[in-house]
């Protein structure tokens, strides 16, 4: 029983391939049963986002696995065409295919590293196949491991902690500047879509307070419902800058709307209270001598992206302590795996009947006493035979179906009814941690 | 013996700067909390020694410089302990600690436990504790107004290190520089209010306008601006953090003026 994965992704493909070969949800299915119905293809799931499309598989041999899996791609993707579609294709066995599941998980492999979508596609995809009855022992503990993975990189390395995009980077330094949003007031100057976005994200930080003033009234109505927020006319809006403590500056204009003079009158008007100002409109709105003025702080996008690479370069940082645990995770699924191989199971099992004949032997013989070398062995085979007898069914059935494919689940239930002691990694930590991270936030920097 | 709590207050002490100073540099949270671990030790050897060298003398307590400036530290660590547990905020400790530790190494340096008063004036001891309550109050500001300095330049050059992220939001350090100096200007008018009634007693005057006594009340003058400048026209964020700068730097140079003069601490603030 081999695991498999097959596929290809941002790192191997352009957009224009990966595109093609998205299965629609109405068709999942289908697929899903399809792959599971190729020769040696035991287990699948299909994973797809918008940077990656793969094939998990349990097979019976690599080889073999390898080409169905290929066979399945390009059998469901029609309208491309076999040598375009096959360069492209990665593959990896074994450990390296659920290291690969548990980096993709972890988003360790993402384009953003440490995104945090990764993980709600994942647990999607294996709702799916679970729904078309498309895994196995195997897949279902090797998803659940994956997730529980993730949420360990998630919380042991600092991987998703800085603001990777725009909008989002806007949120971090405004909370350099104020601790407490809840109380303060945004004013957005302009419709633009970026700062709509970081007017967003401020809100979901507790931001309630929102001014919002556009060229156009109606539109700077429509905006104030979406924000709850309150409209205010673009000729009056330098009026009222020294409500904001907070302004999000982007409009199409091509010059700078917001002077030195304004923002020095604002902030004399809070009486030296911080203003924090962002301006993401290209060209920019805000004058960028704002900046000498005390108590003024403007970031313009440039600012902004600059802080974001800085953040980037911190995530590939603790990327490597992340690393760490999933090659420390991959070791223990492995051991999983081989305690499910047919042979140390009956091994084990095999001990464990000795065990108790011998102790039971012991007990029963020092009760009856002295006992005749005759007595004494029919007595010793009376014992054997009955744990022998039966056994004999159960090592029969293992050595039957080991190779079928529900080989794994009858090695597993037979670890589970004598209380082998490889069963031990077979415990439902696992699946409790990945139930928590079905409740695990994930707000969205990047769209799928 | 309670020499040896003074040095091992002083060698944990020392530890804690050490680390946290480690802490200003690296992101490890390892470092702050044994930063935090260290210091909490240090603080405990501190009340040892003070308790015992309170309660071992006759001596009413704190009318020397050594016991005044000991208590001073002893308070600084305090309110690192209590602000860096409750607000999670370690980074403090890189600012307060070594302050506390140059006012524990100049209590060290003038270990002559030279009264300054005539010991049968009990009240004394009252005004140099509220007196050295006030400056506490003063020195956290004083704290508070560095870290806002740095954190403001660090946003207005765009610079963002470990730092930015380690220094709290700018508008807590302003917060936390009011209310210190809130809470330390009126144990100073309590301290100068029963500095006054100790000098009745003693000199037959309340205010006999000696250097000490009239810095003191510049001081007190200064604070009280500072606190009405914020409330009447702005004086906050920026500009607050120079005044108690300022100030801060400014009471510091009052007691150097009065141990260089070899005049007891107790007359003064």
Avoid at chain 2, 9 to 16: D, I, K
Avoid at chain 2, 104 to 119: D, G, I, M, T, Y
Wanted: net charge neutral.
């Amino acid at each position: 029983m081999n695991t498999v994965v097959v596929g290809l992704s941002h790192k191997t493909a352009p957009v224009e391939l990966r595109e093609l070969l998205v299965v629609p949800d109405s068709r999942l299915g289908e697929a899903l049963r399809r792959l599971v119905s190729y020769p040696g293809v035991k287990e699948g799931m299909l994973l797809q986002t918008c940077n990656r499309v793969e094939v998990y598989a349990v097979v019976d041999q690599v080889g073999t696995g390898y080409a169905s899996v290929q066979d399945f791609f390009v059998e469901t993707h029609l309208a491309l065409s076999a040598e375009r579609l096959l360069p492209h294709l990665y593959w990896s066995a074994g450990d390296r295919a659920i290291s690969h599941l548990f980096r993709v998980s972890s988003s360790l492999d993402s384009m953003v590293i440490g995104e945090p979508q990764i993980l709600g596609q994942v647990k999607d995809a294996f709702e799916a196949a679970l729904t078309h009855n498309t895994t196995g022992v195997i897949l279902n503990k090797l998803v659940k491991k994956a997730l529980s993975v993730a949420k360990r990189v998630r919380t042991e390395s600092r991987i998703a902690e800085n603001a990777v995009s725009v909008s989002y980077a806007a949120v971090e330094l405004a909370k350099k500047v104020f601790s407490d949003l809840s109380a303060k007031t945004v004013l957005l100057v302009g419709a633009g879509e970026m700062a709509k976005l970081a007017a967003q994200h401020l809100i979901n930080h507790g931001v309630r307070q929102v001014l919002i003033t556009t060229r156009d009234s109606r539109r700077s109505q429509i905006m104030a419902q979406r924000f709850q927020g309150t409209s205010i006319p673009f000729e009056s809006f330098r009026g009222e800058l020294g409500r904001a403590d907070i302004l999000l500056c982007s409009t199409g204009a091509s010059h700078y709307l917001i002077g030195q003079n304004d923002v020095q009158l604002a902030v004399h008007k809070r009486m030296n209270r911080p203003i924090f100002l962002i301006d993401v409109s290209v060209p920019r709105n805000i004058d960028p001598s704002v900046k000498d003025v005390d108590n003024a702080f403007l970031f313009d996008i440039d600012d902004l992206e600059m802080h974001i690479e800085q953040n980037k370069e911190e995530r590939k940082r603790e990327a490597e302590k992340a690393e760490a645990i999933v090659k420390e995770e991959v070791g223990v699924m492995l051991g999983w795996l081989k305690s499910l191989e047919v042979t140390p199971t009956i091994v084990a099992l095999r001990k464990r009947a000795d065990k108790i004949i011998e102790d039971e032997l012991h007990k029963a013989l020092s009760r009856l006493g002295d006992l005749s070398p005759e007595k004494r062995s029919a007595v010793e085979g009376m014992a054997s035979a009955i744990v022998n007898k039966l056994l004999h069914g159960s090592f029969v059935t293992l050595k039957e179906t080991a190779q079928s494919a529900n080989g794994s689940m009858y090695i597993e239930a037979v670890q589970r009814f004598y209380d082998l002691e490889s069963s031990q990694s077979l415990n439902g930590t696992d699946s409790v941690e990945a139930a928590e991270l079905d409740r695990a936030d994930h707000h969205t920097e990047t769209g799928k | 013996m309670t020499v040896l709590f003074f040095r091992f207050t002083l060698v944990l002490y020392f530890t804690g700067i050490l680390l946290s100073l480690g802490y200003l540099l690296r992101r490890s949270e390892i470092l702050s909390k044994s930063a935090l671990a260290v210091a909490g030790l240090g603080f405990l050897c501190h009340s040892f020694a003070l308790a015992a060298q309170i309660l071992g003398s006759d001596h009413v307590p704190l009318v020397s410089f050594h016991k005044a400036m000991s208590f001073f530290s002893w308070s600084l660590v305090l309110v690192f302990l209590v602000v860096a547990t409750r607000q999670g905020l370690h980074i403090l400790g890189t600012f307060i600690l070594p302050l506390a530790f140059l006012a524990l190494v100049s209590a060290a340096v003038f270990p002559v436990e030279r009264e300054s008063l005539h010991p049968f004036f009990q009240t004394v001891w009252v005004h140099v504790t509220l007196s050295m309550l006030g400056t506490v109050g003063f020195a956290v500001a004083f704290v508070a107004g560095i870290m806002y300095l740095m954190q403001e330049r660090l946003l207005k050059s765009k610079q963002f290190n470990v730092l930015t992220f380690k220094l709290p939001p700018l508008d807590f350090l302003d917060t936390l520089n009011q209310r210190s100096i809130l809470l330390g200007f009126p144990f100073l008018t309590l301290g100068i209010l029963t500095g006054a009634l100790s000098a009745q007693l003693t000199a037959g005057s309340y205010l006999s306008w000696n250097p000490e006594q009239t810095w003191a009340v510049v001081t007190w003058f200064f604070y009280l601006i500072v606190l009405l400048g914020r409330l009447t026209v702005g004086w906050r964020a920026k500009k607050a953090a120079y005044l108690t700068i300022v100030g801060f730097a400014g009471v510091v140079l009052i007691f150097l003026g009065v141990v260089l003069k070899g005049g007891g601490l107790s007359t003064s603030l």
